[in-house]
């Protein structure tokens, strides 16, 4: 089949790393007799350099006409260490966000057996995990009205905003998830403090009749922090609020070994977005030595999610396993023998056509 897919590399390691998972889509396709047409769209800083814009308006148009988007990563020093900046990289990532209407962030979390040891924690802690963290993604403090200044520039404000519906449909989708997985669910809330919070407890709690055979737990979010790397294997699909969502996903990667081998599905109302969730990495851009399996995996999830392709996922993943455990990794995951990134792309796309499969 024909699939047209958005690249949107981004900045920093962005480029490098889609261009390692675009590799693996073509042996995919060459593999299993599929052809996938990339087209290039600006973002974030990079879009700031070529159009003034980080989410222009013609790279929403690319999204929209396109089956999936492949996304690397955002942002650039000279932003960071600007807080006066008024147009900013990350506006690009919350604009494509809301504009695509992608309200739902699937972030699963594995531990991989030959990385067990990578991890600082004890490895019977984290060998055979296996979770989902399910994160709301267009909601919440990250968009929540008024937000800003006083006149007198000495009083900032961010205001954390939840509507029931917007609640409703995130819990439904992790229902969902949960009922295809072990049929437990951990809301995580600050219910204790937020109203927010109290909203989304107490809409979960009226639609639990509704889902019989889901157990649902509900835990505060510093509760789950702790309990997440404390007893790690607990945890089967996990859904949150923007902001947890963003913290618990970066904390959870240190289970896996490296942020660099978490990717993510950003689903909702139009074209869904396939990025990695570590970020930008500028001290790395260009030096050919970023890990790109998250953004790998994230392909996978593209194929499985919005292509349908269950087999051609399966195949990503058995060559990944093959990767690490051959120990053919970039220096995050092996400080003494590293692999480059393009030699991490090159054995997964070799290995794929390597590697016989029954169609
Ligand atoms: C992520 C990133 C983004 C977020 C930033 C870059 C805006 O950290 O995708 O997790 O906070 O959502
Ligand atoms: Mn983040």
């Known amino acids: 089949m024909n699939f047209k897919i958005a690249k949107l590399p981004g900045d920093g390691i962005g480029p490098e790393i889609v261009e390692e ?9 060459t ?18 350099d070529a159009t003034g814009d980080p989410f222009p308006d013609e790279t929403l148009q690319i999204c929209m006409e396109s089956d999936a988007v492949l996304f690397g990563s955002i942002g650039d020093p000279k932003y960071d260490n600007d807080p006066k900046a008024k147009i900013r990289p990350e506006q690009g990532l919350l604009a494509m966000r809301k504009a695509l209407g992608l309200y739902a962030n699937i972030r699963p979390v594995t531990a ?19 979770f989902v963290v399910v994160r709301e993604l267009t909601g919440g403090i990250y968009f929540g009205e008024p937000r800003g200044r006083s006149e007198q520039g000495d009083k900032a404000f961010d205001t954390c905003v939840y509507t029931k519906v917007e609640i409703e449909r995130i819990l439904e989708l992790a229902f969902d998830y949960a009922a295809k997985r072990s049929k437990r669910l951990t809301v995580v809330d600050k219910a204790n403090v937020l109203a927010t919070s109290r ?23 510093d509760n789950a922090a702790m309990q997440l790397i404390q007893w790690p294997k607990k945890f089967d699909v996990m859904v949150t609020e923007n902001m947890f969502g963003d913290i618990l996903s970066d904390e959870a990667s240190v289970i896996s070994g490296s942020l660099g081998l978490l990717p993510s599905a950003s689903v909702g109302i139009h074209t869904s977005v396939y990025e990695p969730v ?5 001290q790395a851009a260009g030096k050919n030595i970023a890990n790109p399996m998250a953004t790998i995996l994230s392909a996978a999830m593209m194929l499985e999610i919005s292509l349908n392709l ?13 990767c690490l455990s ?3 990794v970039t220096e995050d995951l092996n400080k003494d023998q590293a692999s480059s990134t393009s030699e991490v792309g090159d054995f997964i ?8 499969v029954a169609i």
């Open 21 to 29: 998972a675009i590799k693996v889509l073509n042996a995919i396709g």
């Open 31 to 48: 593999k299993f007799g599929h052809q996938f047409d990339f087209e290039f769209g600006y973002v974030g800083a990079a879009a700031i």
């Open 112 to 130: 991989f057996e030959s990385l067990i040891d990578q991890s600082p924690l004890k490895p019977d802690l984290i060998s055979g995990v296996d």
């Open 199 to 221: 909203l989304w407890r107490e809409t979960a709690q009226e639609m639990e009749p509704n889902h019989p055979d889901i157990e649902v737990d509900y835990m505060f979010v």
């Open 278 to 282: 570590h970020g930008s990495y500028p």
């Open 310 to 322: 269950t087999e051609e996922a399966q195949a990503i993943r058995v060559a990944i396993n093959e």
């Open 326 to 328: 051959q120990n053919v």
């Open 349 to 356: 796309a070799q290995w794929i056509g390597a590697t016989t």
